[in-house]
């Protein structure tokens, strides 16, 4: 599958993460290269950047990032510890675009901590395209999630990593809040 991950990907993001934050990253980033999954997403760096460091290490298959733009790429796009994208994409999109974009690729997606635009993110993924959402239970989000009864019902909730990502894979259809 490729699952897109989503949340958390500057740098300075990191500064206000918990340790456990970032060994939960890890752990997801090796349960996706040990699962054989594809990895995408919009920036390199923050949890999402420990996320793909961990997946490569792991020999994970192909990491894809999407960049909005080229200034994005630069600003707040690069992974701590230089880890290399198999594939890195500028599609020239504002953030809205590239957002719904990338989301309609997906066969699934995962949310780290995030804020609004990771939100919209998973508004987006869920209604409109119908995606599955596993949302790591970390960050601003997770309230509004709980505050909204059609996300309640398509968003699996946990830091269960092996649990969500069998929900991603449809081995469990149990949804959890």
């Known amino acids: 599958m490729k699952i897109l991950v989503i949340g958390s990907c500057r740098n300075s993001d990191l500064e206000s ?8 990253a890890e752990e997801l980033g090796k349960e996706l290269a040990l699962r054989g999954h594809e990895v995408v997403t919009g920036g390199a760096g923050g949890l999402q950047g420990t996320l793909v460091t961990s997946y490569k290490k792991n020999n994970g298959k192909i990491w894809t990032v999407y960049f909005a733009s080229g200034e994005e790429k630069e600003e707040n796009a690069r992974p701590l510890e230089k880890t290399k994208a198999d594939e890195e994409i500028i599609t020239g ?8 974009f990338y989301t309609g690729e997906a066969d699934a997606v995962v949310a780290l901590s995030g804020k609004l635009l ?3 993110e998973i508004i987006h ?8 959402v596993f949302q790591l239970e970390m960050g601003d989000n997770i309230q509004r999630i709980r505050e909204s009864s059609e996300l309640q019902e398509k968003v699996f909730v946990s ?3 092996p649990k969500g990502l069998d929900f991603l894979e449809g081995k469990i259809l149990a949804y959890s809040l």
């Open 159 to 161: 830091n269960d990593i």
């Open 118 to 120: 990771t939100f919209a």
């Open 93 to 100: 999109y504002n953030y809205a675009v590239r957002d719904a």
């Open 17 to 24: 993460k918990v340790e456990l934050s970032k060994e939960i």
């Open 125 to 132: 993924a869920a209604r409109n395209y119908k995606k599955k």
